[in-house]
Each structure stands twice: as C-alpha cells, then as structure tokens.
C-alpha cells in the first residue's frame, strides 16, 4: 500500500488522518480509484487498529461500486436502445456483461460522463463506526428494491457464497446478482449484522450503506 501512497493527493492521506469525509467521484471501475479508495480505507481503519478489515471492508465496496456501475450502464444501454425489454432479466444481463471489460469500459465512462451518471464513494467516520455510501443518481423501481431487500434476508442464512448459490440458483442473472449477496456473506464473516448493510431510493439516487463497528471489544 505504501507504493501505491507515493501517488496519492496529500490532500487524501490528510483528510484520511483527520477522519474527514472523503468522497470517490467515478463514472466507471477504474484501477486508480480503487488503489485511492483502498489507500484512504487503510488509514481510516489503522486509526482504530483495525487494519485486518481492510480486505473484506475493501471488497464489499468493490462489490457496491459495481453494482452501481452496472445500474448506470443498465441506463445508458437502454436509451441507445441496445436493451428494449428492461424486464428480459437474461437479455439485459448479456448486454450489460458486453461493456464489463477493461476495453469498452474506457468508452462507457466516456459516455456515462456525458450523461452525468456518476457513482460516488463516501467514507466517513462516526464516532467509532465508519460509514461506507455508495451513492449513484438513478432511483431504483419499487421491485428492484424488492428483490434486492429479499436477496439481502435470504443471504444472511448462509455462511459462504457458494452455499447461497447452491440453494437458491439464480440462472437469469448468470451469477451478476451474487454482488449482494457477497457483501452479506462478507459482514458475516467479520461479525457485522447484515441490517448495518442497507439499500435504498431517495431523491431520485440510489444509496447503498454499511456501518461497520471499528470499537475494540
């Protein structure tokens, strides 16, 4: 990490010491954001001592800015008309897979920009909870909070994912929709309740949240 810290804006790693709100603007998953995202993460958590969460608490973000990214790119898709049926679950996972790779990616966050479709990271302490937002400006319909509400109960059952996927196989999403449940899996695996982990529509913007405890039992 200490590589990767010669890079960073002194402004970050200042901001990360003092406990200040830290904020990643991207309009597509880029290396460079997340090498920032895990520098700022670091210093957070090495202020509690904590620095073994960095992984899984790094991981679940990975997990939030994708699906975050893959909502935005859901968008953009269908307003070129590449997707038509937004209810074809298979067709619009098959289009949006075809943007998920390290060369279209450049041009979608080149048009993810023009339409002013951004994902914003938020890290912030709370006293001794840190407090991770991912935030992307497009609502999500009533039934899409439904389902993610109900992946996210059922994934609190299970202690990895591979069990999850086992007993609930979700064919039309051909595994695009194990995001979620990965977090859920990720909490449990470090003692976070998975109700710390929330997803909801405001304002016309999605926001994703967790809490995570960093206080020393």
Same mark, same amino acid.
């Given at each position: 990490? #200490?590589?990767?810290?010669?890079?960073?804006? +002194?402004?970050? !790693?200042?901001?990360?010491?003092?406990?200040?709100?830290? *904020?990643?603007?991207?309009?597509?998953?880029?290396?460079? %954001?997340?090498?920032?995202?895990?520098?700022?993460?670091?210093?957070?958590?090495?202020?509690?001592?904590? =620095? =073994?969460?960095?992984? +899984?608490?790094?991981?679940?973000?990975?997990? !939030?800015?994708?699906?975050? %990214?893959?909502?935005?790119?859901? @968008?953009?898709?269908?307003?070129?008309?590449?997707?038509?049926?937004?209810?074809? *679950?298979?067709?619009?996972?098959?289009?949006?897979?075809?943007?998920?790779?390290?060369?279209?990616?450049?041009?979608?966050?080149?048009?993810?920009? =023009?339409?002013?479709?951004?994902?914003? %990271?938020?890290?912030?302490? @709370?006293?001794?909870?840190? /407090?991770?937002? *991912?935030?992307?400006?497009? +609502?999500?319909?009533?039934?899409?909070?439904?389902?993610?509400?109900?992946?996210? #109960?059922?994934?609190?059952?299970?202690?990895?994912?591979?069990?999850?996927?086992?007993?609930? +196989?979700?064919?039309?999403?051909?595994?695009?929709?194990?995001?979620?449940?990965?977090?859920? /899996? !990720?909490?449990?695996?470090?003692?976070?309740?998975?109700?710390?982990?929330?997803?909801?529509?405001?304002?016309?913007?999605?926001?994703?949240?967790? *809490?995570?405890?960093?206080? %020393?039992?």
């Amino acid at each position: 990490m #200490e590589a990767h810290g010669r890079n960073i804006n +002194p402004e970050l !790693l200042t901001a990360a010491k003092k406990g200040s709100e830290i *904020v990643f603007i991207s309009y597509a998953t880029l290396s460079s %954001t997340e090498d920032k995202i895990k520098f700022a993460l670091l210093k957070l958590l090495e202020q509690f001592g904590k =620095e =073994e969460l960095l992984t +899984p608490v790094f991981s679940c973000i990975k997990e !939030l800015i994708a699906n975050a %990214t893959k909502a935005n790119a859901k @968008h953009i898709l269908v307003n070129e008309g590449v997707i038509s049926d937004t209810d074809d *679950v298979i067709a619009v996972v098959q289009k949006i897979r075809t943007i998920l790779n390290e060369e279209a990616l450049l041009a979608y966050g080149i048009k993810a920009k =023009e339409s002013r479709l951004t994902t914003r %990271t938020y890290l912030r302490l @709370h006293g001794d909870r840190l /407090v991770v937002e *991912v935030v992307n400006n497009l +609502p999500l319909q009533k039934r899409e909070l439904f389902r993610i509400h109900d992946r996210i #109960e059922k994934s609190s059952k299970y202690d990895s994912i591979a069990e999850f996927y086992l007993e609930n +196989p979700d064919p039309a999403a051909e595994g695009m929709g194990l995001g979620l449940s990965m977090v859920v /899996v !990720l909490l449990k695996s470090i003692n976070v309740n998975y109700r710390n982990f929330s997803v909801v529509t405001e304002r016309g913007k999605t926001f994703a949240r967790i *809490v995570f405890p960093l206080a %020393t039992a």
